[in-house]
């Protein structure tokens, strides 16, 4: 999904997390629930 992804630098400090958080984790899930029962497809 890349909507929504993990921070993994900010300016010239790069941190060192290779997985997404679970704050991420947890919001792209709650949009990707969200988006499945009111969004739409754009494309074809």
Do not use: C, K, P, W
């Not at 010239?12 to 949009?31: D, K, M, P």
């Amino acid at each position: 999904m890349g909507e929504i992804i993990a921070v993994t630098q900010i300016d010239e400090t790069h941190f060192t997390l290779r997985n997404s958080g679970q704050v991420t984790i947890q919001i792209a899930q709650l949009y990707q629930e969200l988006t499945q029962a009111e969004g739409y497809a754009i494309l074809g």
